[in-house]
């Protein structure tokens, strides 16, 4: 667990003050301070200050990323809630107790698999009952569907939602 640590500066009566050189015998010279009264000790400049600074910005960077992924995630969910509208009129030449209404209803947003959700509600039907409407051959970008009725013409809204 990352520990905030509150920086002090190092605060002394001289700043940049010095009493000799002394003499390293190699061609350098080491300068010796004053500073006379030491007025705020500062935090100290090593490898434990500075590893705790380094796990807490990778423990930033790591919960960031784990943001981004759930925000990724929560997206392509949301977007598979909201679903796509489609409408679709199926019609039907044969005569009851015959059916050939089946329809390809492509869609429009590919999914990832095909446990998706249709859901049909009927906006119009002409020359008979409707029956049941039945959807099969679900695929990921399209899937099959038709009524069973004697119906000649039924006029559909449907709601594609999940597989994505």
Do not use: C
């Not at 050189?21 to 009264?37: I, S």
């Not at 392509?76 to 039907?92: H, I, M, P, Q, Y």
């Amino acid at each position: 667990m990352y520990q905030r640590k509150y920086w002090q500066d190092h605060v002394t009566q001289y700043e940049n003050r010095y009493s000799a050189e002394q003499d390293n015998g190699d061609g350098t010279v080491t300068q010796v301070p004053v500073e006379g009264e030491v007025i705020q000790e500062g935090t100290p400049q090593n490898a434990a200050n500075f590893n705790n600074l380094e796990e807490g910005v990778l423990g930033a960077q790591m919960t960031a990323n784990e943001a981004a992924r759930v925000a990724r995630e929560l997206q392509r969910t949301a977007g598979g809630l909201a679903g796509e509208a489609v409408s679709v009129t199926l019609a039907n030449t044969q005569k009851y107790p015959f059916n050939n209404s089946q329809a390809t209803v492509p869609l429009a947003a590919r999914r990832n698999t095909a446990d998706y959700t249709v859901r049909a509600e009927v906006i119009s039907a002409a020359g008979g009952g409707v029956g049941d409407i039945d959807v099969s051959a679900k695929l990921l970008n399209g899937f099959k569907i038709q009524f069973s009725g004697a119906a000649s013409s039924v006029a559909l809204r449907l709601l594609v939602q999940g597989g994505i």
